[in-house]
């Protein structure tokens, strides 16, 4: 019964919150960020964590990046490969010095520097495609840039992650098992997305049942996350790969119409609360300082490590920014990855909260550098 007073609170407050977040000039999406925060834990209490509530955030987060994989030119996504390649390295090799720099200022051991460093080096653009979908930027040269680099991030912060976890954290982690499970992912799914994808909705799509369709399209989503999530790469990635499969059949609009509506009324909203609901000030104090100095490197090393990959490949200084805005949130990804910390003894106790309060900051300016920058009808 709790659950659904939550689920009241969830709804309307996000509605209401990204609502005004509108009317003051900003993304939909920091309205509901920061209404995560004011109901969750760290203030009101309203809502708690649960088992539950991460499960329909989960579910949240699959939608909005398998709708982001419906939305992209897959031409355009290729054209772009060299430049995602050069912001995805960009962003990893500036923030992990910024990180590993952070860690020595303040006294810890090499190794836990050195996963301090690769904790910046993660990106999460769930946010960031929300954003640009409010924008209606989402098919621009600069966001299918920004895509392709969040796909090419994860696989390197993985494959360096098992690197630096079978190097420090004791554990039997293989580098070659990482590396060879990412490209059977890969090849394999481009394989099904191909050849097997528009025979499966074609099979499916013609059952004598209610919306055919969209089930058949939420069928190979789950699948591929899972497919995804088994051999070690994020969800997200195989939901957004699903939705570029989905895209090359014809259904791409009718999956794109109906799907919408479902993510939006209940899934995403959960979504967006989820993360505020991370947030605790407690002995928020102690580490304040920390925290600040952290929140800046996060942002400016991203900012400008991404930004520079984007200008060695052909985009001039605003788009550049814009680009690196939009590999600035660490959200999610950066979460799994302090649990992994803390769990093996690379982080310590002491800096997990306050790691999980510079993961939700980064993701909060996301939004506005995003409308700022993209604001103008330069960006193409």
């Known amino acids: 019964m709790l659950f659904f007073f939550e689920l009241v609170v969830i709804l309307l407050s996000t509605k209401l919150a990204g609502d005004i977040s509108v009317r003051l000039g900003q993304p939909a999406v920091l309205g509901k960020l920061i209404i995560g925060i004011v109901i969750g834990p760290a203030l009101l209490g309203w809502i708690e964590k649960s088992t539950l509530i991460d499960e329909l955030s989960t579910i949240g987060v699959l939608l909005l990046m398998f709708m982001a994989g419906l939305e992209t030119d897959i031409k355009e996504l290729n054209r ?59 098919n621009t040269r600069a966001s299918t840039t920004i895509l392709g680099a969040a796909i090419v991030d994860d696989v390197l912060v993985v494959i360096l992650l098992a690197f630096v976890m079978s190097l420090l954290g004791g554990g039997d982690v293989s580098l070659g098992a990482v590396i060879g499970k990412k490209a059977l992912f890969f090849v394999t799914i481009f394989i099904i997305g191909w050849k097997v ?29 899972y497919y995804a999530e088994l051999l070690g790469i994020a969800g997200i990635i195989g939901a957004f790969a699903a939705g570029i499969a989905i895209s090359q059949t014809g259904y791409k609009e009718e999956v794109e119409h109906k799907l919408e509506p479902i993510a939006y009324a209940i899934f995403v909203p959960i979504f967006f609360v989820s993360i505020g609901m991370e947030v605790s000030f407690e002995g928020i104090g102690r580490q304040l300082w920390f925290i600040i100095v952290m929140t800046i490197i996060s942002i400016l090393t991203k900012l400008i490590g991404s930004g520079i990959g984007a200008r060695m490949t052909g985009f001039d200084r605003r788009s550049s920014l814009a680009i690196g805005a939009g590999m600035v949130s660490r959200g999610e990804v950066a979460l799994i990855i302090a649990a992994i910390g803390l769990e093996s003894h690379l982080l310590a106790q002491e800096y997990f909260t306050s790691v999980v309060i510079v993961v939700i900051l980064t993701t909060i300016v996301t939004p506005p550098m995003l409308k700022t920058l993209f604001s103008s009808n330069h960006i193409a």
């Open 197 to 225: 994808i528009p025979w499966v909705m074609r099979l499916l799509a013609p059952l004598k049942v209610t919306e055919s369709v969209i089930s058949a399209a939420l069928i190979v989503c789950f699948s591929f996350a």
């Open 80 to 138: 772009n490969r060299n430049s995602s390649l050069a912001v995805a390295i960009g962003g990893i090799v500036l923030p992990f010095i910024g990180g590993y720099v952070m860690g020595q200022s303040i006294g810890l051991e090499t190794p836990h520097s050195i996963f301090l460093g690769l904790l910046l080096c993660a990106t999460s653009v769930s946010i960031s495609v929300q954003t640009l979908r409010d924008l209606g930027k989402m």
